[in-house]
């Protein structure tokens, strides 16, 4: 059984950073995709990067890119989001995802899913 598990959430002021962890467990599979989508009130889950664990691509969504940083630690099983000069509109619930195929951003196309971990930027 896949499972996700997100940690590092928490408020920070604009302009500040952290870091989100996702360790993952019970995968057999040598290579997937991981996915940090984030909901925020009202919104539709989006995308905000991805990695491909086998040759180590990465994906970002525009809003994000030059900010956040998406890295694994095979050793660990454990996917990072290091997230820097935040703002109020990063403002969300931040989710680790999982799966095999499909578009990187796209919600519909992952069966394995965190709990979530919340993030508020505060101006």
């Known amino acids: 059984q896949v499972q996700l598990v997100e940690s590092g959430g928490g408020s920070v002021q604009a302009g500040g950073s952290l870091r989100l962890s996702c360790a993952a467990s019970g995968y057999t599979y040598s290579s997937y995709c991981m996915v940090w989508f984030r909901q925020a009130p009202g919104k539709e889950r989006e995308g905000v990067a991805a990695i491909y664990t086998g040759d180590s691509t990465t994906y970002y969504a525009d809003s994000v890119k030059g900010r956040f940083t ?49 993030v508020t930027v505060s101006s």
Not at 99 to 116: E, H, K, L, R, V
């Open 70 to 118: 998406i890295s694994q630690d095979n050793a660990k099983n454990t996917l990072y989001l290091q997230m820097n000069s935040l703002k109020p509109e990063d403002t969300a619930m931040y989710y680790c995802a999982a799966g095999f195929g499909g578009t990187w951003n796209s919600p519909a196309d992952f069966g394995y899913w965190g709990q979530g971990t919340q």
